[in-house]
């Protein structure tokens, strides 16, 4: 999987809108762009995906560059629940077999929301 | 989505012994995943779990280690073997959603493993 690049950590005010920006300057044409989360204690959780189009979900919304060489997950409001750390992942959306459940977690941007 | 429960939430075990981790998900699933977090550090994946086959390992994991069955399609389990204090870490357990669509996985919320 191509290789992305994250903040290593952002700050928002509960009620503020969040842009977490990931550059993936060598995505190749076949690459889905996937979003995780992982709060405290927990397992990551699927956000959103998409490959060339925004796309939006009750979670979040994705907005990806034209080149698609960078991608910005927007939470609309953050809430104290948001605070987490947030995985900008490529993969391969013909990825079959064994590489299947493998996704590349690199170290991700750790989200502060502040009351 | 899919339930995921893991079983031991949290252990803490002395070095040289081994540890089994259950992971049982709430429906049928063709394939189930193994990851690893230690540290601070973010998730590896260690082995896919295959039902009536032997696991599939990644690079720097052996079945000797971390042994893996797969007994059913809703049901496996990781054991770690021999461990040493740089065996703690947390360790997930995953499936995916829908069999073919490559969309997303879901995760269990781990077991949190120290060994001292």
Known sequence: DAKTTQPNSM?????????????HSTISG?????WYRQLPSQGPEYVIHGLTSN??????????????????????????RD??????????KNAGGTSYGKLTFGQGTILTVHP | SAVISQKPSRDICQRGTSLTIQCQVDSQVTMMFWYRQQPGQSLTLIATANQGSEATYESGFVIDK????????????????????????????????DAGTNEKL???????LSVL
């Open chain 1, 55 to 80: 796309v939006n979900n009750r979670m979040a919304s994705l907005a990806i560059a034209e080149d698609r060489k960078s991608s910005t997950l927007i939470l609309h409001r953050a809430t104290l």
């Open chain 1, 30 to 34: 076949t690459d889905y762009i996937h």
């Open chain 2, 106 to 112: 879901f995760f269990g919320s781990g077991t949190q």
């Open chain 2, 66 to 97: 971390f042994p893996i069955s797969r007994p059913n399609l809703t049901f496996s389990t990781l054991t770690v073997s021999n461990m040493s204090p740089e065996d703690s870490s947390i360790y997930l357990c995953s499936v995916p959603s």
């Open chain 1, 11 to 23: 700050e928002s005010n509960e009620e503020e809108p969040v842009h977490l920006p990931c550059n």
């Open chain 1, 83 to 92: 605070a987490a750390v947030y995985y900008c992942i490529l993969r391969d």
